[in-house]
């Protein structure tokens, strides 16, 4: 009790510090979506930004030198997942490892039914409950800064983040109740089966079909979509959107840039 009632003390001195300008910049430089965020929200996420740097530790892999435009390019990004919520900044989360691009991991991987292969494989980016730590490629999350219509992988890798804070990988993250989980877990799976059925019919969709394949993956494609074409999302998926709005407690399609052919998928 003594230790989180501490924790919660220093996580409030660190939110009420000011950000140094040349921060600031490079966050407004390398996440759009900050700069149409009302300025209250900025607030909050600004000083969300300064616990995270404060708890995780970065590292960088394959003769990467870390730089604080990595570090705030990555942690604004997360930290735009916690804004309106009580959090406790990605508890299952301790170290962010960073390579330059593309790296090889070992791994077992399905195929087909009971068909699974061992080797290595090409990854731009990681996490796993239990893990505690995330793999991203620098130049990957780069790619989402520079246009923000495509996918995210920072905003997918922490939404996996999310749904391990119910202890597991079921991509229903920690709600409320056990109600609210069951609602939640019903609209989901209406969603992926529909995703699926647009998989295999070649239907264009807003959502990537990455998230076809399970539910973990269909909640970080849903995030990724909500945060980066919600109002796309909104047209296509109303119900998917309301759930992921009442979740998130924000609207991004109130102040999203996209333009009017955003919605024709």
Not at 116 to 142: F, I, N, Q, Y
Not at 174 to 193: G, N, V
Request: hydrophobic letters at 40%; charged letters at 25%.
């Amino acid at each position: 009790m003594v230790f989180g009632f501490l924790r919660q003390r220093r996580r409030e001195q660190l939110r009420a510090r000011p950000l140094p300008d040349s921060w600031r910049r490079i966050i407004e430089r390398n996440v759009p979506i900050f700069r149409r965020l009302p300025v209250e929200d900025q607030a909050e996420l600004l000083g969300h930004v300064q616990v995270f740097l404060a708890e995780k530790r970065f590292e960088g892999c394959g003769g990467l030198e870390l730089t604080d435009e990595m570090r705030l390019t990555i942690a604004a990004q997360a930290c735009l997942l916690l804004l309106h919520r009580p959090t406790d900044y990605f508890p299952d989360l301790t170290s962010i490892l960073l390579y330059p691009s593309e790296y090889t991991e070992h791994s077992v991987r399905r195929v087909d039914g009971d068909i699974w292969e061992e080797g290595p494989e090409e990854r731009l980016g990681h996490t796993a409950l239990r893990l505690r730590a995330m793999v991203l490629a620098w130049d990957a999350v780069r790619r989402a800064t520079d246009n923000p219509n495509a996918g995210n992988l920072v905003i997918h890798e922490f939404a996996h983040q999310l749904d391990f804070e119910n202890h597991g990988s079921d991509g229903t993250p920690d709600l409320p109740t056990a109600a609210d989980s069951a609602a939640w877990s019903r609209l989901m799976t209406e969603e992926l089966q529909s995703l699926r059925r647009a998989q295999a019919t070649g239907t264009p969709t807003v959502l990537d079909t990455y998230g076809a394949q399970n539910h973990a993956e269909f909640f970080a494609v849903a995030t990724e979509a909500f945060f980066q074409r919600p109002r796309a999302l909104q047209s296509q998926h109303p119900r998917l959107y309301a759930a992921l709005q009442r979740y998130f407690r924000q609207d991004p399609a109130s102040y999203s840039a996209e333009p009017a052919t955003a919605f024709l998928i």
